[in-house]
């Protein structure tokens, strides 16, 4: 399902969410880096996690994604009132891959492209 992000001159903020921010969702912000278009940050829901996501991570925000239903449930039961009017993408990524493994990056690119359009990456 495409989803279109409001009309704006400033780049569109996407913040990444995996449970480490070790592998996966690093890998998706790196994959934005000097995007023109596209600002991107990534966090994690563990509390073991590189960078712990917060409050401040969602409402700088413009889109969330997570790589798996259980950080939307996490995300939903910690942080519901900064999620009001959040876009949630589940990418549907299991956690079987390195930083910056190359069937990860064309994983993400294609899931990506599922819902912000064939333009992103």
Aim: proline share 4%; net charge positive.
């Amino acid at each position: 399902m495409l989803y279109s992000l409001p009309e704006s001159s400033a780049p569109a903020k996407l913040l990444f969410i995996c449970s480490q921010n070790r592998w996966r969702s690093l890998t998706a912000e790196r994959l934005f880096d000097n995007h023109p278009a596209y600002e991107a940050r990534s966090a994690g829901t563990e509390p073991g996690a590189r960078v712990r996501v917060t409050a401040g991570h969602l409402g700088w925000a413009d889109v969330v994604l997570v790589m798996e239903r259980k950080h939307t449930d996490l995300l939903r039961q910690k942080f519901g009132d900064a999620l009001e009017g959040k876009r949630i993408i589940n990418l549907r990524i299991p956690d079987k891959f390195q930083f910056m493994d190359h069937i990860l990056q064309d994983l993400l690119r294609e899931r990506v492209r599922e819902h912000l359009g064939a333009d992103v990456l």
